[in-house]
Structures are given as structure tokens and as C-alpha cells.
């Protein structure tokens, strides 16, 4: 079935240090994928998306592109913050509609 | 404000108790949804409407009754839970695929 695999967490890093995040999928068909960030003791906000492959999403500094030809669609930040400390969630749909289907979130910790 | 608006946003009850959650959309959207997020585990999703029709139900076990009176209000009705069903519960809606979900900040249920 269709299913969405992370990088097992938590990942530590200091300020301003690069992040990736990886994220791969299986899916039957061409679906739209999407990162959700949940800052301790809230809920999911839809960080960025992409609906069809090469698409790069972005938004805070974060980037992730579309690769169909490696079912990926890969989290990174050039210069992360103390405030980018949460829990991050790679997520797929299809277009045609049906369910979001979540990998098991990454944790990021950010030090000073 | 994410437009989905949880409440209340914490709760603690005792096993014989009744509470319910509410959860409430002023976004226009045709679907609601109702999540538990337990600590170390994946996000599971409980229940789905569509057009206030229960479309989907995961195998909940009935101590939880979800409720639609209308497209823009979900209740999750508790009665005689166990401790183990101390979670965060998040609510989300959507309409159509692409745009992805809008999540509510969730309750945090204690059940002791």
C-alpha cells in the first residue's frame, strides 16, 4: 500500500547548521506531498507542499522538491534557528482525493 | 489562529466519566476529521466525514462516539475510557486534495 518512511529522529543541531530531513514515498499513482511542523503543545501547520514532480515548495527558508524518479521529496534549511525545534511530518495525497497519509514525524532540536 | 478551533484544550477525567470534544471549521471545508497522536507513536487517524457522513472509521473501539451535526462542527463524545486512551486529539478539515488539511491546536486528555 501506499506509505510515506522518514529519517528516524530526533535530529540535534546546532544554530545555523544545515538540516535535511528525509522523506521517501510509495505510492501506486502521482500524489501531492506535503511537510506539517507541530511546535510542542500544538497542532500540525502545513509548512510547505508540491502537487506534481520537480515542484519545489518552500516557505520559512525551507525547501523540498518533487523527485518522481526517486520518490522523495527531501526537507533541508540552509541556517536553522532555536525556534525551528519541533516535530516535522512528510505527508501524501492523491489528487483525486482520499486520505493524508503521514510518515512518523522527525524530531528537530535545535542548541544555541 | 488556524481556523480550526479546539476546545477544550486540556482535559483530565476519571475513567466512569463523560466528556466531549468539540471542534469547529469557519473555512468552508466538506471534510472533518478526528486524529490521535499518543507519545512515540504515529499519528492515527480515528474518523472521517465527508458532508457531515461518517465515511470512515478505523476501528475505534465505542467508547468514542464522533458527532456531525453540520459541515462545520465535529464532536468526539468519551465515555468510559482507559488510561491508555490518554492522548492529544487532533481535529482537522479539508476541501479537495492539494490544499491539504487544516489542523486544529488539539485537547490534551488525561484519563486517570
Request: with cysteine; net charge neutral.
Amino acid at each position: 500500500g501506499d506509505s510515506v518512511t522518514q529519517m528516524e529522529g530526533p535530529v540535534t543541531l546546532s544554530e545555523e547548521a544545515f538540516l535535511t530531513i528525509n522523506c521517501t514515498y510509495t505510492a501506486t499513482g502521482y500524489p501531492s506531498l506535503f511537510w506539517y511542523v507541530q511546535y510542542p503543545g500544538e497542532g500540525l501547520q502545513l509548512l510547505l507542499k508540491a502537487t506534481k514532480a520537480d515542484d519545489k515548495g518552500s516557505n520559512k527558508g525551507f525547501e523540498a522538491t518533487y523527485r518522481k524518479e526517486t520518490t522523495s521529496f527531501h526537507l533541508e534549511k540552509g541556517s536553522v534557528q532555536v525556534s525551528d525545534s519541533a516535530v516535522y511530518f512528510c505527508a501524501l495525497i492523491y489528487n483525486q482525493g482520499g486520505k493524508l497519509i503521514f510518515g512518523q514525524g522527525t524530531e528537530l532540536s535545535v542548541k544555541p | 489562529e488556524t481556523g480550526v478551533t479546539q476546545t477544550p484544550r486540556h482535559l483530565v477525567m476519571g475513567m466512569t466519566n463523560k466528556k466531549s470534544l468539540k471542534c469547529e471549521q469557519h473555512l468552508g471545508h466538506n471534510a472533518m476529521y478526528w486524529y490521535k497522536q499518543s507519545a512515540k507513536k504515529p499519528l492515527e487517524l480515528m474518523f472521517v466525514y465527508n458532508f457531515k457522513e461518517q465515511t470512515e472509521n478505523n476501528s475505534v473501539p465505542s467508547r468514542f462516539s464522533p458527532e456531525c451535526p453540520n459541515s462545520s462542527h465535529l464532536f468526539l463524545h468519551l465515555h468510559t475510557l482507559q488510561p491508555e486512551d490518554s492522548a492529544l486529539y487532533l481535529c482537522a478539515s479539508s476541501q479537495g486534495a492539494v490544499a491539504g488539511y487544516t489542523f486544529g491546536s488539539g485537547t490534551r486528555l488525561t484519563v486517570v
